[in-house]
């Protein structure tokens, strides 16, 4: 710079902290001794820059290190743990497999009457689910049909004499 | 043998060296904290926006790459976290409510003074001054404020700063020039016979 020339605005932050080279930093002061207005301007944002440094903050607490581990290894945990549990998941898939294969298997399930010699035979006891159903179906629907047939209802009180129409008459 | 860099620990926490984010925060807490408490002005928050950053960067870890510095990329993202925070208006009334504090009840303080007892008049002409920086600062505009707040407080390079807020360092330069002017308004009551005894020096 000139010694006639004022201070360009991005010369003076730089010139406060002492981040010019030498032969910039020569030239201002030069400019200086002779410029009131730039010394001014300079000595007024010195001023500044001390008032601020009144300002102190607050400190972290002891506590910030040890709350941010917790936090990165529940993360970290989070994440391993269906990774980590993987085996037991192929354990549970395999096993109900074998189970339900098994039963597949062993479950006494009735075969059609096919022919001579393979007779249906309808022990007393219960054996199974499907004999269960082939004796009991059969009796709910009767039981359905009869209910389903109101007129029965209506039959019953001639022992009475009186029908629940005719008791309102 | 030199200290190792912080990208170096970054690239050891990359690699799986989780133990490496320790020394990391436990060198970059205070800063971070200091500077998102002149952002937030409360401690609380503060503390958690720091979790936050620190928390962002083990996330990140894995896409890191070592192309600016780690204290660029940090400031970057406390930066962000709290004008975020800042803009959601959450912290808007946390932000004022200090300022009505009494002497002594905030976390912050100003640069102690030679008595080591002072007295309550002191207390509240400390108080006083200290609400009036930070109203000031506060009042910025919001690339200025942050251009003081990471210049004058935390002391990055232009480079840095520049970088975080995304723009040349001719203009940083300049931006800090404008803000330190705006202060120096604002302050005058403060500056007293300062800036007069420097003119004439």
Redesign the interface.
């Known amino acids: 710079m000139s010694g006639n020339e004022h201070l360009r ?6 010139y406060l902290d002492k ?1 010019l080279g030498a032969a910039e930093r020569a030239a201002i002061d030069g400019h200086l001794q002779s410029c ?1 207005e730039c ?2 301007r ?20 002891p506590g ?2 040890a ?3 917790t ?2 290894e529940a ?2 945990r989070a994440k391993a743990w269906p990774w980590r549990w993987r085996w037991v998941y192929a354990g549970v898939v395999v096993a109900a497999a074998v189970i339900l294969l098994v039963v597949g298997v062993w479950s006494p399930t009735p075969s059609p009457p096919t022919g001579a010699g393979t007779e249906f035979t309808q022990s007393s006891e219960p054996t199974g689910v499907s004999d269960d159903l082939a004796t009991v179906e059969p009796v709910i629907l009767e039981d359905y049909d009869l209910l389903r047939d109101f007129d029965i209802l209506f039959e019953v009180p001639a022992t009475t004499g009186t029908t629940p129409e005719k008791r309102g008459t | 043998m030199a200290a190792e860099s912080d990208e170096q620990q970054m690239l050891r926490l990359k690699a799986g060296e989780v133990e490496t984010l320790a020394s990391l925060v436990e060198k970059y807490r205070t800063p971070l904290v200091h500077f998102l408490y002149r952002m937030v002005h409360d401690a609380a928050v503060a503390e958690e926006l720091a979790q936050e950053v620190f928390i962002r960067v083990y996330r990140a870890r894995k896409s890191y790459r070592p192309r600016a510095k780690f204290s660029t990329w940090l400031f970057t993202i406390a930066t962000n976290l709290a004008l975020n925070s800042l803009r959601d208006g959450r912290l808007r009334r946390a932000a004022e409510m200090p300022l009505e504090t009494s002497p002594g009840e905030g976390p912050e303080r100003a640069v102690e003074a030679t008595d080591p007892k002072p007295t309550m008049e002191q207390h509240l002409l400390e108080a006083e001054r200290l609400a009036l920086i930070r109203r000031a600062v506060e009042e910025l505009p919001e690339k200025q404020r942050l251009a003081v707040l990471l210049h004058k407080y935390q002391e990055l390079d232009y480079a840095e700063i520049a970088d975080i807020l995304g723009c040349s360092e001719s203009a940083l330069k300049s931006l800090l020039f404008r803000a330190y002017e705006a202060l120096r308004v604002k302050l005058r009551p403060l500056l007293g016979g300062r800036a007069v005894q420097g003119a004439r020096q």
């Not at chain 1, 605005?9 to 730089?14: G, H, I, L, T, Y």
């Not at chain 1, 300079?42 to 607050?58: H, P």
């Open positions: 605005e991005e010369q003076v932050v730089p981040r009131a010394r001014t300079v000595a007024g944002l010195r001023g500044v820059l001390d008032v601020l440094g009144e300002w102190r903050a607050a400190d972290p607490s910030l290190v709350a941010v581990r936090r990165v993360e970290a």
